[in-house]
């Protein structure tokens, strides 16, 4: 039986059913947010650019939130040698995701038991994998850090598989070095949220009318970003590389 088709995930026009496509992106970036920081106060590992935050909060005066804002636009200037362009959705993504992760850490108390800490890592772990499927599902375009993936992947002719696993362990590693938290849950993280979002993902996505994002770069970002090129199983590759999750 042939497989059916993956879900359409180019980006869309801004103006595309606005009314339904812009309360499901501020949902889905909120929940995010909030994953991230039921991940951190589980203080089990987080995943990979979350382990950067966090060690950057160790080393400066910024918040978590603040950091991922920061580090966004930084990301954003080194989308110009390879031409993307940023969409609503990408700008989206750094100021919603900066908010509602500090709101999250604000409210959530620290030094809890194991298993409060367990049930905070499951718990965002599954957000976190729904909250993918239901900003990407938008519709509105990459966040900074997989429309960098997808531009460096264009840009190298090398796999998206390779440049993000490259991009994430690079990542990884300087959080880890910086004092950011390595564990289970970055573990845990790696292997459940491409299903999770692979799961979710066909009861969000807006199936639309067809149309292009204007502010997608020609070949890289109009795919969106290239993390959930990875989820599709072996020999199904998906029909556009979705909006990544940072």
């Known amino acids: 039986m042939p497989r059916p088709s993956p879900p359409p995930l180019t980006c869309l026009p801004l103006g595309e059913q606005p009314q339904r496509r812009l309360p499901q992106l501020f949902t889905g970036l909120a929940l995010y947010g909030f994953s991230l920081s039921l991940m951190v106060r589980a203080s089990l590992g987080v995943n990979p650019w979350s382990v ?10 910024l918040s978590f939130g603040t950091i991922s804002a920061v580090l966004g636009v930084l990301v954003l200037l080194l989308w110009i040698p390879l031409k993307q362009r940023p969409t609503f959705g990408t700008v989206a993504n750094i100021v919603v995701l900066a908010y509602s992760s500090d709101l999250g850490l604000a409210l959530l108390p620290q030094h809890l038991g194991l298993p409060a800490r367990v049930g905070l890592l499951v718990g965002g772990v599954l957000l976190n994998g729904l909250s993918v499927a239901v900003y990407v599902g938008a519709r ?12 460096a ?27 950011g938290s390595v564990g289970i849950g970055t573990v845990l993280y790696a292997l459940a949220v491409g299903p999770l979002t692979q799961f979710f993902l066909p009861w969000f996505v807006y199936r639309g009318r067809g149309g292009r994002c204007a502010g997608a770069a020609s070949e890289g970002a109009d795919a969106g970003a ?16 979705p909006d990544g999750m940072l």
């Open 52 to 61: 950067l935050y966090e060690g950057l909060e160790h080393r400066t005066s």
């Open 140 to 151: 509105f375009g990459p966040g900074p850090r997989d429309g960098l993936m997808t531009g």
């Open 153 to 179: 992947s264009t840009a190298t002719g090398h796999s998206l598989r390779l440049v993000r696993t490259l991009v994430e362990l690079t990542v990884l590693a300087v959080g880890w070095l910086l004092g």
């Open 226 to 241: 290239g993390a959930f090129a990875s989820f599709a199983p072996p020999g199904h590759a998906l029909q556009s590389r």
